[in-house]
T-cell receptor, first 110, second 115 residues
Framework: SQQGEEDPQALSIQEGENATMNCSYK?????LQWYRQNSGRGLVHLIL?????REKHSGRLRVTLDTSKKSSSLLITASRAADTASYFC??????????FGRGTSLIVHP | DTAVSQTPKYLVTQMGNDKSIKCEQN?????MYWYKQDSKKFLKIMFS???????INETVPNRFSPKSPDKAHLNLHINSLELGDSAVYFC??????????????FGEGSRLTVL
């Protein structure tokens, strides 16, 4: 069954603005990951946050995890046109097999 | 060097045919996966192989059969193709299942179109 649900489905912003995407899930998890997919390409791992962590940073990326609300957010600061892509969250439960949602399609206008 | 490579990248075929998609990883990973991405971009797990052993099969029709000759290869064979099989199929690998490190390395995808 589908585990992660990204929100919004689509996001359109101007270069330089921040982009925030959210992920909600239904059951307890071991960790949550964010991936990026450029059009016509495979997914690329961005960041992993464990269930006992609340926030992680990587460059212009900031990920938060709220296990009480079963939700995570991905913030991309000072967005660039090259950030245009789809972003997916993936959750891992007991089987440790990452389960994905439908992603958020981000368009950054130059 | 491509870490996870899958062939072919595009595949167009008629209903009822049988086709295969090949996947190879040169990362020395123990676990490989097949995911299906539909037209709405939903990415669904199909199979996972750990050290050549099938460890999960998520309600996939038995027309789909994964074959792993060794831990670096996980091929997907599909019999009697149906229109609904049209999708992009992604192969992926990870270092070890059960450690929670979890990072998947994906191939570039194989777009299957069934006419």
């Amino acid at each position: 069954s589908q585990q992660g649900e990204e929100d919004p489905q689509a996001l359109s912003i101007q270069e330089g603005e921040n982009a925030t995407m959210n992920c909600s899930y239904k059951t307890s998890i071991n960790n949550l990951q964010w991936y990026r997919q450029n059009s016509g390409r495979g997914l690329v791992h961005l960041i992993l946050i464990r269930s006992n962590e609340r926030e992680k940073h990587s460059g212009r990326l900031r990920v938060t995890l709220d296990t009480s609300k079963k939700s995570s957010s991905l913030l991309i600061t000072a967005s660039r046109a090259a950030d245009t892509a789809s972003y997916f969250c993936a959750t891992e439960r007991g089987s440790y097999i990452p389960t994905f949602g439908r992603g958020t399609s981000l368009i950054v206008h130059p | 060097d491509t870490a996870v490579s899958q062939t072919p990248k595009y595949l167009v075929t008629q209903m009822g045919n049988d086709k295969s998609i090949k996947c190879e990883q040169n990362l020395g990973h123990d676990t490989m996966y097949w995911y299906k991405q539909d037209s709405k971009k939903f990415l669904k797990i199909m199979f996972s192989y750990n050290n050549k052993e099938l460890i999960i099969n998520e309600t996939v029709p038995n027309r789909f059969s994964p074959k792993s000759p060794d831990k670096a290869h996980l091929n997907l064979h599909i019999n009697s193709l149906e229109l609904g099989d049209s999708a992009v199929y992604f192969c992926a690998s990870s270092q070890d299942l059960g450690t929670g490190t979890g990072e998947l390395f994906f191939g570039e995808g194989s777009r299957l179109t069934v006419l």
